[in-house]
């Protein structure tokens, strides 16, 4: 298994479109930085226009915890379709290319293989996010130093003391790589059904688009159906910025992203198992 999971990450990080999604990520985060530094602080006027006539708020506001927060909230809708890039071409790419029977000629369960996309490609996406949190935040805090943060929300603003920012920061990136792993492992699942990469790069973010609407739309018809869709729950991240931490929702938000990652998992092995490649 080890050996099959070293031969996907050399196939992943040997191809030039992999690094693709990191030069994404780098040039959105750092148009993001250069634009906070310019104009940073008629944004920040703009945003806070009601809460000033209230309060005096002094101090470091344009730090990078609050640029980091901003790029979070542009960056990471954009994720999944960086991580389907690699993931919906795990299986798919390799029936493209005609090396899928080669694969299973070697004395390898067909389980293993499909074990072995899905790991390449979860180790693909932490890589992703890791690199994401290098150049999100620590960039952020290089340019423009600490600070106690603003989150602010539609219907409210959240003062979050420097000292009690960092630990939020790792804990959402963890909770971001469960949403991401479980995108992946539907990535996986609908490449079984494809022979060309393209088909499962485009439905898994179609998929991903269609449920965020209606995550999105406050539609009574839709309330019914919103706690089961995998888009309400990957948002969840956002619950370490709010003051108290809502830890029983997110805990739930957390098993449900188990759910659906084991559940695309385990899909994607018996159709693989099923699966003609003879054809």
């Known amino acids: 298994m080890m050996q099959l999971i070293r031969q996907e ?64 909230q542009s960056l990471i809708v954009n994720i999944p379709l960086l991580v389907a890039l690699v993931a919906g071409d795990a299986i798919a790419g390799e029936a493209g290319l005609g090396t899928l029977r080669l694969l299973l000629t070697k004395p390898v369960a067909r389980w293993q293989l499909v074990i072995s996309k899905f790991a390449g490609s979860l180790i693909y996406t932490l890589a992703l996010l890791l690199w994401l949190a290098i150049i999100a935040l620590g960039l952020s805090l290089f340019l423009f130093g600490e600070g106690d943060m603003l989150n602010l929300k539609s219907d409210e603003v959240v003062l979050l003391l420097k000292d009690d920012i960092l630990w939020r920061y790792l804990a959402a990136f963890g909770f971001a790589a469960l949403a991401m792993t ?98």
């Open 9 to 72: 990450l050399y196939k992943t990080f040997h191809r030039p479109r992999t690094y693709i999604s990191f030069a994404i990520i780098a040039a959105i985060a750092v148009i993001i930085e250069v634009a906070m530094i310019a104009d940073g602080r008629t944004f920040v006027d703009f945003a806070l226009s009601g809460v000033t006539e209230q309060f005096d708020l002094q101090g470091n506001i344009i730090n990078g915890y609050f640029v980091t927060y901003i790029i979070l």
């Open 182 to 279: 479980s995108v992946a492992a539907l990535a996986v699942l609908l490449s079984v059904f494809s022979d060309n990469g393209i088909g499962p790069i485009i439905s898994t973010m179609g998929i991903i688009l269609f449920f965020t609407i209606i995550t999105n739309l406050g539609l009574p018809s839709f309330e019914l159906v919103k706690p089961y869709l995998l888009t309400t729950h990957m948002i969840g991240w956002k619950g370490f910025f709010s003051d108290p931490v809502p830890y029983d929702a997110m805990r739930d938000s957390a098993l449900v992203l188990c759910a659906y990652t084991i559940v695309f998992v385990a899909a994607a092995i018996i159709v693989f198992n099923r699966k003609d490649i003879k054809s």
